[in-house]
């Protein structure tokens, strides 16, 4: 299983040289298992695809966690929506009193976009996501409502042989230092539980946590305590703050890293970056 980061900052894009280190682009990963292929969520990463080169088929999957802006506006410019006779499938969370492609099309249509969804020459399918697990194609998906503002999935991928785990914005617990002492009342603890590998939201140090409870993102040291609770065996940390230039990112975490005891390796997430399962 390969992993490709095409988007990891959180909130907004960002071109300042002072964000070139981790990347500037909105929330997409790309997982690719043989000749399966999936993406997850359509921030402006998306747009990094080469979908002639690496999707020479006729369909696209694309699996979004919830629709805050940063995850979905990579949509809006996302050729194979817009090239006719393309088959593309839009996963997303249900758990609305509003279907999915009404609360999707809020977004894709006139005053924000030009063209209604309704009218994208692409043959679109969107579906709904609960909390039952699913086979597509080779993988083993499971998904379940994770703690952040409006609806929001998490992903577990079972692939031929690993397993990844995506939780891109996520406040596990709200409003305390440490999570609590049992593993049921940890949002998302099913979803990493012994993942090969946890892509995990980080935006906030420990400093800044206690003035943005409630907002549906973790520290760094709340990430890292959900890895090592969940025993996941990798941390990559995720959706990183746009207002914060990169040496403060880098510090932070190297200062995080050395007063921290946890054994398994951890790392921030670099847009164009890789990484083999």
Known sequence: MRVRLHGTRGSYPTSSVENQTYGGNTPCIEIIDG?????????????EIDFNRDYPGNRIDIFLTHLHMDHIQGLAFCKPL??????VHIWGP?????PL??????FLSPPLFPIPLRDV???LSVHELSEAPFAFGDFEITTEFISHPGPTLGYRIQGKSKTLTYIPD?????????????????????????????IHDSQYSAMEYPAKIGWGHSSLEMAAEFCSRTQAKRLILFHHDP?????????????????????FPMELAVQGQEIEL
């Open 35 to 47: 000749s399966q292929r999936m993406i997850l969520d359509a921030g402006t990463g998306i747009l």
């Open 82 to 87: 817009f090239t006719p006779g393309k088959e």
């Open 94 to 98: 249900g758990g609305s009193s509003e």
């Open 101 to 106: 492609i009404n609360r999707l099309n809020r």
């Open 121 to 123: 020459p692409s043959k």
């Open 170 to 198: 996520h406040e596990p617990i709200i409003g305390k230092e440490h999570l609590y002492p049992e593993d049921e009342w940890v949002s998302g603890f099913d979803l990493a539980l012994q993942a090969d590998l946890l």
């Open 243 to 263: 207002a914060q230039p990169d040496t403060v990112r880098t510090k932070m975490f190297e200062d995080f890293k050395r007063g921290s005891s946890y054994s």
